[in-house]
């Protein structure tokens, strides 16, 4: 029996719906081999994450002593150097309390030149009453001898022996008043006197409040958040500025966590900031993972063991330090938006960082100014103590 011509075209449609099928079964074999080859050999050792941001140190200026603002050298958005003046106070009562400490410190050292003065004083008195009393001793003992022949009558014998008894009294007031004294010098020198001590630490006080009336760049950065303005009158701890240290910036990712099982301290990151796109590749290095999630140090932390709990992955921020000379070439501001994807190959490093980077020390004007306040005060000493006095007891 012959088949009929119309059942033909529907066997050779559904032949070629099958092979169509079977190629494509094929396709999504290849696909997902391919998927399941680059996730083994490749994806599976890379972690990324769009929550990231660019963080940097935010150095708050503000004064250590009250003052009217008399110059603002700065302003948002300038760059400055690690050490330049940034605000400047009137300095016209730190002047007068400098000049009133340095005037107490030579009114101090002219008090204990003083009190060796005196003790000089009461040796030659003691010596001189030695002497008075040991002629007044024989004396008496004359007039006892030429008494007991009648040649001295008993009432000049009598005034001898009072003599004696004045004398023994002040030569005793002389040596206790000397041993006080000697209380207050023995063991010092102008220099170490407590007196002077105590009055060099205020002119050093003194210095020091003055110095405080110029606001310097405790680091290198750019100009932030500037309130402050000329005529101000401040009061220590007012914030002036900021200081924001790009040059160091760093980028905190948050990651889920899931994805934190196999991370370390060390391995490799490529990063990609939204405000250059793909065309600049940063490579930076995890320096730390947070000691605990977002929600964790949240102002208003989640508080699942109040009954109305939903379970909600959690991001843990992982601190990536970039390439200096990266940031130098292509600088970043602090909250821009990044792209991070961390390398997990190398798993031997540790999980909890020890130092996390090396942050630069403040810029300090301590050392220099400590040595012109010694100086100072070494020449306010010798000035009103004598040459040749500092460091010796005047004699």
């Known amino acids: ?26 396709v999504l074999v290849v696909l997902g ?16 994450t769009d929550d990231a941001y660019v963080a940097a140190d935010i150095i708050q200026i503000t004064s250590e002593v009250a003052g009217t603002v008399s110059r603002v050298l700065v302003d948002d958005t300038q760059h400055v150097e690690r050490g330049q003046v940034l605000v400047e106070l009137d300095t016209a009562d730190a002047r007068i309390a400098a000049a009133a400490a340095e005037a107490g410190l030579a009114r101090a050292v002219r008090e204990v ?8 004083e009461l040796e030659a008195r003691i010596r001189e009453g030695s002497l008075s009393l040991a ?18 009558s008993a009432e000049e014998r009598e005034h001898a022996r009072d003599q004696v008894v004045q004398l023994e009294a002040a030569l005793a007031a002389s040596r206790a008043s000397l041993e006080s004294l000697r209380a207050r010098i023995d063991g010092t020198t102008i220099e170490t006197h407590p007196l002077v001590v105590a009055a060099a630490a205020r002119v050093r006080e003194a210095a020091l409040s ?16 500037r309130s ?9 701890g007012t914030p002036l500025l900021a200081v924001v240290a790009l040059d160091g910036a760093w980028v905190d990712a948050n990651f889920k966590e899931v994805q934190l099982s196999r991370m370390r301290v060390g391995q490799p990151v490529e990063l990609h900031a939204d405000v250059y796109g793909d065309s600049v590749t940063y490579r ?21 063991a109040s009954g109305n709990w939903i379970k909600i992955v959690q991001r843990v921020p992982v601190r990536v330090t970039l390439d200096p000379e990266q940031l130098g070439q292509h600088p970043l501001r602090v909250g821009l938006s990044m792209r991070a994807t961390v390398d997990l190959h190398d798993t031997t490093g540790p999980l909890v960082a020890t130092q996390v980077r090396d942050a630069p020390a403040a810029f300090s004007r301590a050392a220099d100014g400590e040595s012109a306040v010694d100086r100072q005060i070494a020449a306010i000493i010798a000035a009103n103590g004598g040459a040749g006095d500092i460091g010796q007891p005047p004699r």
């Open 135 to 152: 002629a007044a001793r024989a004396d008496l003992k004359r007039r006892d001898a030429a008494g007991d022949d009648g040649a001295v």
């Open 33 to 48: 081999a391919a998927a399941a080859a680059y996730e083994f050999l490749h994806g599976r050792y890379f972690e990324s």
């Open 1 to 26: 029996m012959n088949t009929p011509q119309s059942d033909l075209p529907d066997e050779s449609a559904a032949r070629t719906r099958r092979q169509r099928l079977v190629v494509f079964g094929i």
């Open 228 to 236: 402050v303005q000329v005529g101000t009158r401040i009061a220590p």
């Open 284 to 304: 930076g290095r995890i320096a730390g993972l947070g000691a605990g999630s977002g929600s964790a140090f949240a102002v208003l932390p989640a508080q699942n």
């Open 113 to 120: 030149h003083a009190l060796w003065s005196e003790a000089d």
């Open 210 to 225: 003055l110095s405080r009336t110029s606001l310097v760049a405790p680091a290198a950065g750019t100009i932030a958040k």
